[in-house]
């Protein structure tokens, strides 16, 4: 048995990338893990993985996973992922709001003004859709008064990083979990924003090929595995203290540290702190 054994966890936007790892990471403490995204049948996306490959790595790696495929543009599809999941559960301890649309515009170095007003997804999918998740995930973990609330953001939330929706969707991320936090501390539900550094997902690998400059960009250093968030994640969600942290925004690096977590490889992955910059926001 793992240290989440029993425990409940939803991920979006897990068919790949850090959604895919964040779940496998919670999967091998034991979790039963809500695998959803867009992506249910293979071939049909651009990049590899669908939530049901993903499922079957989690329950290879010792968790539970439950497919649910999920359009986060669409609220009726999301309230009917956390009804499912109180049905079949009756709990929810773990949230994490990863998911968010990269259109292929994104990296693209023009400006925001050349780009399609349909690149908008970005922040509806990465604010509005992350808003009425947590807001029905908080329905149910108020009342048990206990759960986490994790949302994936990063150093482009206080620094330039291709494209103008990106760093506003992330800022916005920061702040919404640090508001969250105010509201949620009094009935024991934290909620904090994570800073992910370069991450070698499957997009990630993709975009090293094809976009100018990005290899050139890259401290290597620095870039770790989709996994390594989980791993913190999971750090997270088995701290007795992890009321003192809500609010927050933290660097997953610098979590890391502090909990004695290590990538896939046993690389300790360094804090770019002092060149990107750092969060906003500390605990309420």
């Known amino acids: 048995m793992g240290a989440l054994t029993g425990k409940v966890a939803v991920v979006t936007g897990a068919s ?17 893990v809500y695998v959803t995204g867009r992506t249910v049948t293979a071939g049909t996306a651009p990049l590899p993985g669908t939530i049901g490959e993903t499922v079957a790595e989690v329950d290879r790696r010792g968790g ?23 049905t079949e559960q ?47 995930a908080a329905k149910i973990m108020v009342p048990q008064g206990s759960g986490l609330i994790a949302a994936l953001s990063g150093y482009v939330g206080v620094t330039y990083t291709y494209d103008t929706l990106f760093g506003m969707t992330k800022t916005a991320t920061d702040r919404m979990a640090r508001d969250m936090g105010v509201e949620l501390k009094p009935y024991n539900v934290a909620s904090l924003s994570l800073w992910q550094g370069f991450t070698y997902t499957e997009r990630a690998n993709e975009n090293l090929k094809t976009v100018p400059g990005m290899a050139a960009q890259l401290n290597s250093a620095a870039g770790s595995s989709p996994e390594f968030p989980g791993r913190v994640i999971a750090a997270l969600a088995k701290d007795p203290d992890i009321m003192k942290r809500t609010g927050g925004t933290f660097i997953n690096a610098e979590l890391a540290a502090e909990y004695g977590v290590t990538d896939i490889d046993g690389r300790s992955i360094p804090s770019v702190r002092d060149q990107r910059g750092s969060p906003l926001w500390g605990p309420v």
């Open 64 to 86: 539970k996973g439950i497919a649910v495929a999920l359009d986060l543009q669409n609220d009726a599809s999301i309230a009917a992922l956390f009804e499912q999941v109180k």
């Open 90 to 136: 009756g709990r929810l301890d773990i949230l994490v709001n990863n998911a968010m649309a990269i259109p292929p515009e994104m990296t693209q170095r023009i400006g925001f003004w050349e780009k399609p007003l349909s690149n908008w997804e970005i922040f509806d999918t990465g604010v509005r859709a992350a808003f009425i998740a947590a807001w029905h």
């Open 16 to 32: 790949r990338g850090i959604g895919k790892g964040i779940a496998c990471a919670l999967a091998e403490e034991g979790a039963t």
